[in-house]
């Protein structure tokens, strides 16, 4: 890491971690913990600063930046986290417009050393995981600012980073929280009753990465794969009959199976992470393929081709005795992509990613000035924080 | 060009064209001219194929162009064009289902050496102005297969290739549908009376690329920009106050320009084409370039930042003795972009895309399996096609 690189996919940021972690030099870790009015970036946003002053992540859109790279040699130095807070109001309390979105609000900042007690929490990233970081605030005195354990929703044990159960700290009331924060991949400050104390900590939910699984092997695969890339999908490239060369015609993918459209289901781990897109262009092996995706039951089956084509494709099912059910269907997206009315290869792709963005994270396409709602869903354990907009 | 590069953005495929023109050897363009039944590509779609064996862009999504590259190599030989006829049908007529999407129907091509006679085409493209191509399929003699002739809606003219009028083409008839096509960048096959002939002609219509103007240069802007040019925007990257190193800074954007905020509307030309995107994170620039794009009348002008920034922009506005329409507000979109839920600067960036795409097609956001028309517009000088979709 020589220069900084602030726009990168989040996984980029935490491949960044694991590296570093790996690495020469002490790295220090910024995130957001905290927001108060509007900001770019939401809590959980994360920013490596290596000690050439380079840094990779935002946490804003450029405002704070150099700020944190100062604070961050310090924090190098002396070894102990701190917390920041960035105050961007004026004296009447009110947003200085002036500053602009990104640069309003409140912001709080934690800077740590990057060290081995964030290794746990990359590897569980990778691993397919959900993991929650729970790192001190503050306590009555029993912690120390910036002690860290985790929790793990699948197994709902606290660990501590040497893997060794946290004993000690307030599991019960942890649990929900952080589960929560985890399986959304949110992020938000809990305080806790501990004792006769309180017990705030920040919990940062790292949902594993959704996987994007791309049956098909045409031209038209790789603008699919590039875009959810860097929309943070772990993706695959499945083709079929030996096809040849595939790493090298997708190197943006994460991973490049080959299989027969009858072993699909059994050669790919399929679960409710699992956002498929179906473009083989060869109607037997869609159909092969979308039988296996709907008897896994994953959240989203993409299927390139009119609608008719389906509709044949049912047709064929109910021939061969398979029939399925309307809750099945729903989760088929065909013709695959938002209507966004491009006709170009990478013009489909990115209606193709955004639907899928869309579905796994449970929006309903339409433009923003249109949404009800506030932008960013309020994290519910957070009691003082404005749900903002952009 | 020494390898195949199928998925490439449109304005990349032209631009291969035009440097090509410059280039040593013959290079064969191959289009496709018509389509019957459904494909991945349409009217229009182009591949460059040059002796070596390699093409630039796409025609379908792989089933063809390896039978495309030794057409091309007779094409290259005799230097005549060729039109040519793929019939993926099967004999009852159905479609060939097993041939999947994209290779079914009957997809006729046009195959022809790349020469001057297409060197206006691709400097009216870049140069902001839009153009028909037509070419001749069939006369009743009064023509050669492949004889060539533009149409210019703006001057309403009917130009040689050698830059003299075409005298002798019946312009009247022509006018309209190669005007149309040209402003919509469609294409289709045209048959009109000559004389006591027919003649059907093919009508490119080769319209100048949309230009999206980003206003801003934090970090949030260079995914922007990449998601941008994929998409076959021409990408106008604005900084304010000597802003430096943007051109390094964001290498996909084809124009950097850098003026002030008050200087706007003189220093860049903004008219229906211009798709804006205000993200400088600073109120009162983004209020001072707001107020220009809206003077100017552009398509869309999309606000970085929650609601309510804007409805104080508004104030601000009227503050000033300023007052916009409902008509001029209803290009404003803020927030910008679709509602996909991510938060990252690249889901960001795509949900901003996303909408630019959608709003300059003419297109509601949803998901196309929700849309009741046709995926592809019918090209209404086309009586035989069906409207296929995917």
Known sequence: ????????????????????????????????????????????????????GAGVGSITAGCLEDELLSV????????????????????????????????????????EPLTETY?????????????????????GGRFEQGDRVYYYPDTGSLVSPDGTDASGWPVESLADPAGELAARGKAGTVSLPDGGDELTVFVDGLAAPDELVVFGT???????????????????????????????????A???????????????????????VVMTHNFVDDQLTVESLLDA?????????????????????????????????????????????????FQIAHSIVAEVLAVSNGRTPRHLKSREEPIHERVDVESDADPPAQ
């Open 218 to 252: 045409g031209h038209d695969v790789r603008p699919v794969t590039e875009f959810a890339t860097k929309n943070d999908f772990r993706v695959t490239v499945v083709g079929f009959r030996g096809a040849v060369d595939l790493a090298e015609r997708f190197p943006e």
């Open 119 to 139: 290794r746990s929490a990359v590897e569980a990233f990778f691993g397919g995981r959900d993991v929650a970081v729970v790192t001190v605030l503050d306590s």
């Open 1 to 52: 890491m020589t220069q900084s690189n602030w726009s990168v996919p989040e996984t980029e940021v935490v491949q960044q971690i694991r590296d570093r972690l790996d690495g020469d030099g002490i790295d220090v870790l910024a995130t957001i913990v905290d927001v108060e009015g509007n900001a770019y970036r939401r809590p959980g946003a994360k920013m490596l600063l290596d000690e050439g």
């Open 297 to 345: 039951g994953v959240p989203y089956v993409g299927v390139m081709g009119p609608r008719e084509r389906f509709e044949r494709m049912l047709e064929a099912f109910e021939a061969d005795g398979r029939k399925f059910g309307e809750a099945e269907l729903s989760t088929v997206y065909t013709p695959v992509g938002l209507d966004l009315g491009g006709g170009s290869p």
């Open 254 to 276: 994460d991973r490049i199976v080959t299989t027969s459209p009858a072993a699909v289901g059994e050669d790919l781990e399929l679960d409710d992470r699992t956002y498929a």
């Open 72 to 111: 961050g040699d310090r924090v190098r130095e002396t070894g102990e986290p701190e917390l920041v807070t960035y105050d961007l109001m004026n004296d009447d309390g009110e947003d200085v417009w002036g500053l602009g979105v990104g640069c309003n609000g409140v912001i709080e900042v934690l800077l």
